[in-house]
């Protein structure tokens, strides 16, 4: 059988580690695949750059097109990131006839819905499990693995910067800049670390994970977005001297009325296995009627970790070759014309339990104006812990867990509170999930 060729558009972090993979395991491959697979271009934006992988047998340029449009190339692997660019790109391939695989998340949550429609227009595949979790086969998992569930809710951290730096802020005690220096420079961050640090790198995969759990249309500007900014060191203490861990947590949860779709920081009890993923690891916790709780773990960024899902999705194109479109797993595990339109909740309308922490003035009275606040709207206090006040300070810290209530109570609540006028500066609020059941 003739070798399938293939073309990878941009040779970086990732680039490098799935060429790397395939001088390190390409007999493997072949043996798995059942015919030989070979990059044989590359496109990349600066071709004198040193590269972290071999190319002496890969023919490279700097124009991207002339790759989408040579008739020897079967299977295109973008790995260039970024939103429109990539889309024209991908779209450009999809027309000339070809499958591709992607890493790119950014591309799939925003322009998902299109790229599907014209790939089954073009009888050809899309691959993406690079996209969501790194190395972590998570895509593969929810979409083939677990058909027989009704997925009631996932949650996971999908992004290993905003861990890495949580954890080194607890562990290291290093400041939030600092951490984030780091990160980039280990190669987990985004091109604009902000996509990480402010949660929409995290929301990109949550889209694509809930429309893969729940067979709903990719809806990106529909997730409630909140990064890790707005947590400081003594966020990180107080939580830890109550028991639990801050983790930014991308949380798809199907109720009765719709469903949910929310990133931000979570307070998580230690006991959970989800306190205790560390560093830059990811995990994506899912929860099936019929299977129960299950989880994944792995690492979520980094070269070799991500081109070992890429190369994943190369064996399932390679294999796929023979198989006519209609017999192919579908994009996000439901057949296009089935998706559901079941509407995506406001956030007012989710419901959690939550950490607040507020500086108040030093003086009778305050703490039971603030409880009298909460019970009035109904909100229960589950701990409460009260420091003493600096030396030479008037105000000290208030932290509070509460039970769960709608957050619509709870901005209420934080409103009323904020206007008094013992209350100093602005009130931190992290939600809070115990994941029992
Ligand atoms: N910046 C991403 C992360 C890379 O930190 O998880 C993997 O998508």
Redesign the pocket.
Known sequence: MEPVKLGLLGLGTVGSGTVNMFHRAGVEIERRAGRQIVVTRAAAQDLSKPRDCETRDIELTDDPMSIINDPDIQVIVELIGGYEDARDLVLAAIRQGKHVITAN?AMIAKYGNEIFAEAEKHGVTVAFEAAVA?GIPIVKAIRESLVGNHIQWLAGI?????NYILTQMRDEGWDFQTALDE?QRLG???ADPT??VEGI?AAH?LTILASIAFGVPLQFDKVYTEGIAGIGREDIQYAEELGYSIKHLAIAQKTEEGIELRVHPTLVPHRRLMANVGG?M?AVMVYGDAVGRTMYYGA??GSEP?ASAVMGDILDVVRSLSAGPDNRVPYLGFQLGSLSSVPVLPMEAIETAYYLRMEVLDSPGVMAAVTQILAELNISIEALLQKVPEPGQDTVPIIMLTHRIRERQMNEALYRIGQLEAVQGKIVRIRLEYFDE
């Open positions: 998340k790194g999908v992004n290993g910067t905003t990160a987990y961050a985004e996509f990480d790198d995969k830059v990811n979520g960024a991500t």
